[in-house]
Nanobody, 115 residues
Framework: QVQFVESGGGSVQPGGSLRLSCAASGLSFTIRDMAWYRQAPGKARVWITTATKDGRTMYADSAQGRFTISRDNAKNTVSLQMNSLQPEDTAVYYC?????????WGQGTRVTVSS
């Protein structure tokens, strides 16, 4: 059973930083592209960034230059360092494979950016 458990969310002021973590289990982690997604209030879940199995990273325009994805294949974890957070980054953040396994969405971790 594939499972993703996200952590590290919280409330920050604009301009602040957070580091999210995701623990993956039940899959062959090293051969999967891993990604972060987010769902803002009242909106659909969208892709933010991917760390491929061969070490490349890709970012949505909204994340480019502010967010950094990394993965630890020894620990089956993927992280998201988020800097210069803005109110529009307020959302629930999820990790999953890319493309995502629809049966494996976790609870996510909530990020709130407000003054």
């Amino acid at each position: 059973q594939v499972q993703f458990v996200e952590s590290g969310g919280g409330s920050v002021q604009p301009g602040g930083s957070l580091r999210l973590s995701c623990a993956a289990s039940g899959l062959s982690f090293t051969i999967r592209d891993m990604a972060w997604y987010r769902q803002a209030p009242g909106k659909a879940r969208v892709w933010i960034t991917t760390a491929t199995k061969d070490g490349r990273t890709m970012y949505a325009d909204s994340a480019q230059g502010r967010f950094t994805i990394s993965r630890d294949n020894a620990k089956n974890t993927v992280s998201l360092q988020m800097n210069s957070l803005q109110p529009e980054d307020t959302a629930v953040y999820y990790c999953n494979q890319n493309p995502p396994d629809a049966r494996a969405w976790g609870q996510g971790t909530r990020v709130t950016v407000s003054s």
